[in-house]
């Protein structure tokens, strides 16, 4: 019997029959006893997401038949499941009745890594509010990797949606201890960006000391287009049209609009136009060349990038000065705040970043300065 791996297939089991075969399986406790449950077999059109459903169906009837023994025999409790179990059959649901798996999965990424190893292991109801406090404060105080506050408020997002999900189905009805958790508050007072000097530095920099062009070429194409990471390490050489020039653009985290277009600076075009040719000439599928699909290509150039960023620009700056440190998001504001800064209106700025929400662009408007006051001296009374 082999178990079936993944952190939302708990107690689910496959056997390989000699005919070639596939058996599933599903573990329970029951009346004190693990026992193994057979669903079906793969050639009688059965899969792990039938052994999984029937898991968890079988789950929920046995708590239910537990209440009704506990007003039979006068026992003081039921039998409350580990956050763990409360956890995967929330991200079970979601991921079968919810069009944005994609959201979930990261949620899931999060949970087993930040809140796991602290409450995955207690019983729903016993988990305390100080329990969820002192996870969040080992998160923020680690000195290898301090969290900043936006990523603590995700973690408290996800341990407040667990106990909602277990509200709303009957798996738990005591109070929820997340409830008078403050998030942190985030400031965005500053967005550190890259000056019209600062910018030549980088380009000039990585142009001729880094050896590994797709280094310079990534950085360009992001003050270029603007785009997340992940957007700018995923640009195709189908996705450029030097005609139009423009670049399609594919961001899954926009939520207004997935796919987008982003403009070629007529300055750079010859060596965009560069790139896609060499790109063709040696078969690359992707305007930067390294030849991977990897799905952590955003990692490697964030870590690629960042040690060029500590030379130049933050060799007097604490490593938890988020707010005047250079990180390869700075691209993205320093992108918007130029934008901003040479006079192209909010409204079109939001177009090119491709913001869901006014509000997110409106930050920049402060840079605005001198639009502003040419906008007054054009007044003629």
Same mark, same amino acid.
């Given at each position: 019997?082999?178990?079936?791996?993944?952190?939302?297939?708990?107690?689910?089991?496959?056997?390989?029959?000699?005919?070639?075969?596939?058996?599933?399986?599903?573990?329970?406790?029951? /009346?004190?006893?693990?026992?193994?449950?057979?669903?079906?077999?793969?050639?009688?059109?059965?899969?792990?997401?039938?052994?999984?459903?029937?898991?968890?169906?079988?789950?929920?009837?046995?708590?239910?038949?537990?209440?009704?023994?506990?007003?039979?025999?006068?026992?003081?409790?039921?039998?409350?499941?580990?956050?763990?179990?409360?956890?995967?059959?929330?991200?079970?649901?979601?991921?079968?009745?919810?069009?944005?798996?994609?959201?979930?999965?990261?949620?899931?990424?999060?949970?087993?890594?930040?809140?796991?190893?602290?409450? @995955?292991?207690?019983?729903?109801?016993?988990?305390?509010?100080? /329990?969820?406090?002192?996870?969040?404060?080992?998160?923020?105080?680690?000195?290898?990797?301090?969290?900043?506050?936006?990523?603590?408020?995700?973690?408290?997002?996800?341990?407040?949606?667990?106990?909602?999900?277990?509200?709303?189905?009957?798996?738990? *009805?005591?109070?929820?201890?997340?409830?008078?958790?403050?998030?942190?508050?985030?400031?965005?007072?500053?967005?550190?960006?890259?000056?019209?000097?600062?910018?030549?530095?980088?380009?000039?920099?990585?142009?001729?000391?880094?050896?590994?062009?797709?280094?310079?070429?990534?950085?360009?194409?992001?003050?270029?287009?603007?785009?997340?990471?992940?957007?700018?390490?995923?640009?195709?050489?189908?996705?450029?049209?030097?005609?139009?020039?423009?670049?399609?653009?594919?961001?899954?985290?926009?939520?207004?609009?997935?796919?987008?277009?982003?403009?070629?600076?007529?300055?750079?075009?010859?060596?965009?136009?560069?790139?896609?040719?060499?790109?063709?000439?040696? @078969?690359?599928?992707?305007?930067?060349?390294?030849?991977?699909?990897?799905?952590?290509?955003?990692?490697?150039? *964030?870590?690629?990038?960042?040690?060029?960023?500590?030379?130049?620009?933050?060799?007097?700056?604490?490593?938890?000065?988020?707010?005047?440190?250079?990180?390869?998001?700075?691209?993205?504001?320093?992108?918007?705040?130029?934008?901003?800064?040479?006079?192209?209106?909010?409204?079109?700025?939001?177009?090119?970043?491709? /913001?869901?929400?006014?509000?997110?662009?409106?930050?920049?408007?402060?840079?605005?300065?001198?639009?502003?006051?040419? @906008?007054?001296?054009?007044?003629?009374?």
């Amino acid at each position: 019997m082999e178990k079936i791996k993944g952190s939302n297939s708990t107690g689910l089991y496959q056997n390989k029959l000699k005919n070639g075969d596939i058996a599933y399986y599903y573990t329970l406790k029951i /009346h004190g006893k693990l026992k193994y449950i057979k669903v079906g077999t793969n050639k009688n059109g059965y899969r792990i997401e039938d052994a999984r459903k029937a898991r968890r169906e079988h789950y929920n009837k046995l708590n239910d038949i537990e209440v009704k023994d506990v007003q039979r025999l006068g026992r003081q409790k039921r039998a409350i499941p580990f956050y763990d179990e409360v956890m995967n059959q929330y991200i079970d649901y979601n991921l079968t009745h919810r069009e944005k798996t994609k959201t979930y999965k990261n949620y899931l990424g999060t949970y087993n890594k930040r809140v796991k190893p602290f409450i @995955g292991d207690i019983p729903i109801d016993k988990i305390t509010k100080e /329990h969820i406090e002192n996870l969040l404060l080992k998160h923020r105080t680690d000195e290898k990797d301090p969290l900043s506050p936006k990523s603590l408020n995700t973690i408290l997002d996800v341990v407040r949606m667990v106990f909602k999900y277990a509200k709303l189905n009957d798996i738990y *009805s005591g109070e929820d201890i997340t409830a008078n958790i403050q998030k942190f508050k985030i400031d965005n007072a500053r967005l550190r960006y890259l000056s019209k000097e600062e910018i030549a530095t980088l380009l000039d920099y990585t142009k001729d000391n880094v050896e590994d062009k797709n280094v310079y070429m990534c950085i360009l194409l992001a003050l270029l287009t603007g785009a997340r990471i992940n957007v700018v390490v995923n640009i195709k050489v189908s996705d450029v049209n030097l005609k139009n020039k423009t670049f399609r653009l594919f961001d899954e985290k926009g939520v207004k609009n997935k796919e987008y277009l982003g403009y070629i600076n007529d300055k750079y075009f010859d060596i965009i136009k560069n790139q896609v040719e060499y790109a063709k000439s040696i @078969g690359s599928e992707f305007l930067l060349t390294d030849g991977s699909a990897d799905k952590y290509r955003p990692k490697y150039y *964030s870590r690629k990038i960042q040690p060029i960023f500590d030379k130049l620009f933050n060799k007097e700056l604490d490593k938890n000065d988020t707010k005047n440190r250079v990180v390869i998001h700075t691209l993205r504001h320093t992108f918007g705040s130029q934008l901003v800064i040479n006079g192209v209106d909010i409204y079109t700025v939001q177009k090119l970043m491709n /913001h869901a929400d006014l509000s997110m662009t409106m930050r920049y408007a402060k840079l605005n300065d001198k639009v502003k006051k040419d @906008g007054v001296n054009r007044l003629d009374f």
